[in-house]
């Protein structure tokens, strides 16, 4: 059995064909350019329909052989984000990096609903629409993966599972459904989501659109789409009670499967559901891979400023993560300390990164760049109760920031005192969809 896997990232589309020995037979991925210019600095929107049609683009590159021969298709994209649609239309995806709201307003909601929403939460664009009566003229909403889902199906109906369901922070875990209380109380029609349905659960089959579209079988069975930072794990780990999972993308999640947690966590830390009934214990910075690339686009920015041509970014990393081995060789752990909120955090918008213990001759782009990269790692890790860091027995890396950055790999290494396993497999969230996909349909 093969099934397509589709992951609709923050940036890019990428698909693969996945087959039942947990291989990656062909893969492919381009940008989608679907940002959408708004005048507001604090809006993030993108383009649905160019974002559609970067997906059939990416899905017709893959081998038709193949193509011909998939008997499911899983679909996982960005968290958090919120499109919505009446019967004539469809809005512009928000993203998960809106915060138009502010935290006075973000405030107010979570006292009215007793909730903890954050910027860039569904729910919080919701809410903000609500307040403002332009959710009106909407009949429903959607993640960017669950409208597609129902495209390839034809349905008229949206679904999500709780993955989705629980990144918009309308879910009540306690039940595995929509709070419809606190949904109530923010004036939110509740007959405005979508119905939630189990992970993995199949939704319909692949309509004739899109069947000739992307040349697959015809009623090739459609899995429920599946939140991205799970989709990611399911496609790189193989034992959830022992291995810790961390991510460097555009964003950053450091994630931990539990059977069963109970206990007090920090704000920083959330408890989203997992497929098979488990928790998923998840720090989500919000500047993952784009805190290191600061140092390089800090150091081009001095260089324009004195008159100097710009050097070429990739290069210029390169250097920078190479200096900054050099110094790790040579010292046990960075003397400079760099927190790295430069875009804030969910759970404290306000934060901003910041240096500390420079003297006049330490700040070296050695010793910054190493620095930086144990900034990022302990961003992570910190919140996480020792005791639910016992008895792991190894960090699986992904992204490419993780893949591509040694000193980064050193200070996982070093901050975790574990092992690091680089994740082998192309594209994790896309073959986590596909490899969800598989177990469901067959």
Known sequence: ??????????????????????????????????????????????????????????????????????????????????????????????????????????????????????????????????????????????????FLAAELCGNTSITTDPTHAASWGLYDLDCSCWNLEAVQKLNIDPEILPEIRPCGAVIGRLNKKYADLWQLPENTAIANAIGDNQASILGTGSDFTNEIYLTLGTGAQLSLVSENFSGQLPENIEIRPFPGNRQLLVAAPLCGGAAFAFLADTVNSFRTAL?????????????????????????????????????????????????????????????LAAALAYGIVRNLKNGFPAGVLQNRRCVIGSGNAVRLVKSIQHAIKQEFALPLQLASGREEAASGAAKQALQSCS
């Open 307 to 367: 008159g100097e041509a710009p050097l070429d970014r990739s290069v210029l990393l390169d250097k920078l993560d190479a200096l900054g081995m050099e110094y790790l060789q040579q010292n046990t752990t960075p003397d400079i300390t760099i927190a790295p909120h430069f875009l804030g955090e969910r759970h404290a918008p306000e934060l901003r990164g910041s240096i500390s213990n420079l003297t006049l001759n330490n700040a070296t782009p050695g010793a």
């Open 1 to 146: 059995m093969k099934a397509l896997g589709i992951d609709l990232g923050t940036t890019k589309v990428a698909a693969v064909i996945y087959d039942q020995n947990d291989q990656v037979l062909a893969a492919a991925g381009m940008a989608h350019h679907a940002a959408v210019p708004t005048g507001d600095a604090n809006a993030f929107e993108q383009d649905v329909e160019l974002i559609m049609q970067c997906v059939d683009r990416v899905v017709t590159q893959l081998p038709l052989e193949l193509r011909q021969e998939v008997s499911a298709v899983g679909i996982t994209g960005q968290m958090h984000s919120l499109l919505l649609k009446n019967r004539t239309q469809v809005s512009h995806l928000v993203t998960w990096q809106d915060h138009r709201c502010g935290a006075d307003l973000i405030g107010d909601f979570n006292r009215i609903a007793n909730l903890k929403l954050r910027e860039g939460f569904g729910g919080t664009t919701l809410a903000r629409l609500a307040r403002s009566g332009e959710l009106q003229q909407w009949d429903q909403c959607a993640t960017i993966s669950d």
